[in-house]
């Protein structure tokens, strides 16, 4: 299937556009209210990171509204519909800006789940210092924007005057079509693979392994009497340990939300030259969906800030009282 076609099941296509743009819009505003919270003075290592997060969060949503405005309320998700080529482009540009700023995510959420493994299981703080969280957010930026560079030839627009149709829509482009094993599929395998599949099974492990070190830390002091503990050492370890399964909730969002996509990708890549995910992923109803499970993702994480970490809701009331 060269084209993209209109798809044959419509129901959900018809409310996603007005969903995506309501979630879209709601979650903007909550990454605003996250930047703005963890870039405060008294910043430490995590908070820089949280506060790129809330940025490239923020940027995907935008991307996403604007290519879900113009695609599903404007127009029409359909060759039928006419479509400028102005509009095409709209679509490409903010599609793809989409899938870059999202990959950038998941590689800051990742690095968060390697710092914070380090430091709660291995004990090594030197990752959690300031000047690293910068490099990181730096060296992330860099290696996403030369990775994403290769989607934006995926596709090209097409002038539908050749088929004695009026508008433009978007095709395969030649070099994509003519390069099918050296351009295509390593295309999937990248996006699906090294930054979906294995960062979600790298978090699962991290995770897993974070949440054991907790539980061994807490058996470790209910042995100890209370006497000797003392109450502000209390507090603070449990801050810690909240902190730490803030987190790790952060984690479990983002696998839920994303092993879908990495699977859809690894199979189109197994399907080689009849791969088509960028196909469901731009114009098909279980590509709507998908996309919705990516933007709930960028959108929830104000929800976790806000009921698991003390310190997040502390800077919110200063913020919000002036």
Same mark, same amino acid.
């Given at each position: 299937?060269?084209?993209?076609?209109?798809?044959?099941?419509?129901?959900?296509?018809?409310?996603?556009?007005?969903?995506?743009?309501?979630?879209?819009?709601?979650?903007?505003?909550?990454?605003?209210?996250?930047?703005?919270?963890?870039?405060?003075?008294?910043?430490?290592?995590?908070?820089?990171?949280?506060? =790129?997060?809330?940025?490239?969060? #923020? @940027?995907?949503?935008?991307?996403?509204? $604007? &290519?879900?405005?113009? +695609?599903? !309320? /404007?127009?029409?998700?359909?060759?039928?519909?006419?479509?400028?080529?102005?509009?095409?482009?709209?679509?490409?540009?903010?599609?793809?800006?989409?899938?870059?700023?999202?990959?950038?995510?998941?590689?800051?959420?990742?690095?968060?789940?390697?710092?914070?493994?380090?430091?709660?299981?291995?004990?090594?703080?030197?990752?959690?210092?300031?000047?690293?969280?910068?490099?990181?957010?730096?060296?992330?930026?860099?290696?996403?924007?030369?990775?994403?560079?290769?989607?934006?030839?995926?596709?090209?627009?097409?002038?539908?005057?050749?088929?004695?149709?009026?508008?433009?829509?978007?095709?395969?482009?030649?070099? =994509?079509?003519?390069?099918?094993? #050296? @351009?295509?599929?390593?295309?999937?395998? $990248? &996006?699906?693979?090294? +930054?979906? !599949? /294995?960062?979600?099974?790298?978090?699962?492990?991290?995770?897993?392994?974070?949440?054991?070190?907790?539980?061994?830390?807490?058996?470790?002091?209910?042995?100890?009497?209370?006497?000797?503990?003392?109450?502000?050492?209390?507090?603070?370890?449990?801050?810690?340990?909240?902190?730490?399964?803030?987190?790790?909730?952060?984690?479990?969002?983002?696998?839920?939300?994303?092993?879908?996509?990495?699977?859809?990708?690894?199979?189109?890549?197994?399907?080689?030259?009849?791969?088509?995910?960028?196909?469901?992923?731009?114009?098909?109803?279980?590509?709507?969906?998908?996309?919705?499970?990516?933007?709930?993702?960028?959108? =929830?994480?104000?929800?976790?800030?806000?009921?698991?970490?003390?310190?997040?809701?502390?800077?919110?009331?200063?913020?919000?009282?002036?």
């Amino acid at each position: 299937m060269e084209n993209a076609t209109e798809s044959e099941d419509p129901i959900y296509r018809n409310i996603h556009g007005y969903l995506s743009v309501i979630i879209c819009s709601i979650g903007i505003m909550l990454n605003i209210v996250n930047i703005l919270a963890w870039s405060r003075k008294d910043t430490v290592a995590s908070d820089v990171l949280l506060s =790129a997060l809330g940025v490239t969060d #923020g @940027f995907s949503l935008l991307s996403y509204l $604007i &290519y879900s405005a113009y +695609f599903f !309320l /404007i127009t029409g998700p359909g060759q039928n519909m006419y479509h400028s080529e102005r509009g095409m482009y709209v679509v490409v540009v903010g599609f793809h800006s989409f899938l870059t700023f999202h990959m950038f995510s998941n590689f800051l959420t990742l690095s968060l789940a390697i710092i914070r493994y380090f430091h709660v299981c291995r004990g090594y703080s030197k990752f959690c210092e300031t000047r690293f969280s910068y490099f990181i957010i730096m060296f992330g930026l860099i290696v996403t924007v030369l990775v994403a560079l290769p989607f934006y030839f995926y596709y090209e627009i097409y002038d539908l005057a050749e088929e004695s149709e009026s508008g433009y829509w978007i095709m395969k482009s030649d070099f =994509a079509r003519e390069h099918v094993y #050296g @351009f295509q599929v390593p295309l999937l395998w $990248i &996006y699906g693979v090294i +930054f979906k !599949l /294995i960062p979600c099974v790298l978090m699962i492990i991290l995770s897993g392994s974070m949440v054991n070190s907790i539980r061994r830390a807490k058996k470790r002091k209910d042995q100890l009497t209370n006497r000797s503990i003392h109450r502000k050492s209390r507090r603070n370890c449990m801050e810690y340990n909240r902190t730490t399964l803030m987190l790790v909730m952060i984690v479990v969002i983002y696998v839920l939300t994303e092993t879908p996509i990495a699977i859809s990708a690894f199979l189109s890549g197994l399907q080689r030259a009849e791969s088509h995910f960028f196909y469901f992923l731009l114009y098909s109803t279980v590509g709507d969906i998908l996309d919705l499970l990516t933007v709930l993702n960028a959108s =929830a994480n104000f929800f976790v800030y806000i009921t698991m970490c003390t310190r997040f809701r502390r800077r919110i009331r200063v913020i919000f009282s002036g």
